[in-house]
């Protein structure tokens, strides 16, 4: 099984998330695309405004619910903190030896790939699927989904409606979580 691994703090999943997911899995012909929720980016270490790890984890699954081939997976709260991609794509790649792996990173992350941990060997060893982000191009060609996690926590908490903007299934919920 080709299964492309998205990773992020999905601080919340939006519909954006879903969309992109989906769109990867079509395009790219993979047999799944698996949503990590990380506990921990090491780029990310003062986000004070990171909801708690089994509530973000719950929300992507409840949002995921019933998309054919695209899942939330919490493999990452059991590995040692903080979440290094390379550290992940080892220990998946040991968990599941069928499995063949590869990395979506958006055109934003991309740009500062050099920063990340192991990035040569991340290269060498696993394919790399960018997509469009902001004002950053991907290798493959998606419409940009401008959605952010961040307005939605803004949102929340000015009392805006975020219709349309998280799946549907889960606006109460973020509303009530990020309030």
């Known amino acids: 099984m080709k299964i492309g691994i998205f990773g992020g703090s999905f601080n919340p999943i939006h519909t954006g998330h879903v969309a ?18 990380s506990p921990l980016n090491p780029l990310k270490r003062n986000d004070s405004d990171l909801l ?11 949002a995921l619910e019933g998309i054919n081939g695209v899942k939330a997976c919490d493999y990452e709260f059991r590995l040692p903190k903080p979440s290094y991609t390379w550290n992940t794509l080892q220990q998946l790649s040991k968990d599941f ?3 063949r792996f590869c990395l979506l990173i958006g055109g934003d992350n991309w740009a500062h790939f050099e920063r990340w941990r192991h990035w040569k060997d991340i290269l060498r060893h696993y394919d790399v699927i ?3 982000r902001d004002e ?24 805006e409606r ?4 998280v799946p ?10 990020y309030r």
């Open 130 to 132: 960018v997509y469009p």
């Open 97 to 99: 030896p069928d499995h």
């Open 52 to 62: 708690d790890d089994s509530l973000r984890y719950q929300l992507a699954r409840k």
């Open 20 to 37: 992109l997911a989906q769109a990867v899995l079509k395009q790219c012909e993979l047999d799944e695309v698996w949503l990590m929720v």
């Open 136 to 159: 950053f191009a991907g290798t493959i060609d998606l419409p940009l989904i401008n959605v952010s996690s961040t307005e939605i926590r803004q949102k929340v908490r000015a009392g």
């Open 168 to 177: 549907e299934c889960v606006e109460t919920l973020v509303e009530q979580y």
């Open 162 to 165: 975020i219709s349309g903007l």
